[in-house]
């Protein structure tokens, strides 16, 4: 299972063509090899205790996560065997962990 981070941005640009960034040459790479991969894109990492509650799905409005639910989070994923082949945005969220990442099971 594979692990990325982009930062959100414009992409650099080069004689009119989009330059890619090496985080997204590494999803991109990822996403097209025969791996089973999962690619968590948390939002912006804050100290705390852990709210135990997240959104996580394939669009998420970013707004900040503490990094215990961050962990939890990915503890959750790496044990959930149905979960493969996602690009998952987490944010905080209403939802508990377990029941989030249930609901991203395919």
Not at 79 to 90: A, F, K, M, T
């Amino acid at each position: 299972m594979g692990l990325s981070r982009v930062l959100a941005g414009a992409e650099p640009r080069c004689g009119g063509r989009v330059l890619l960034r090496p985080e997204k040459k590494a999803d991109v790479a990822l996403s097209r090899s025969g791996l089973d991969w999962v690619i968590l894109r948390p939002s912006l990492l804050v100290d705390g205790p852990p709210a135990g509650t997240v959104s996580l799905g394939p669009a998420e409005l970013h707004s900040q996560i503490t990094r215990d639910d961050v962990a939890q989070t990915l503890l959750g994923l790496l044990h959930e065997p149905r979960i493969g082949r996602q690009i998952l945005e987490l944010t905080t969220g209403s939802t508990p962990i377990q029941e989030s990442i249930r609901a991203n099971v395919r």
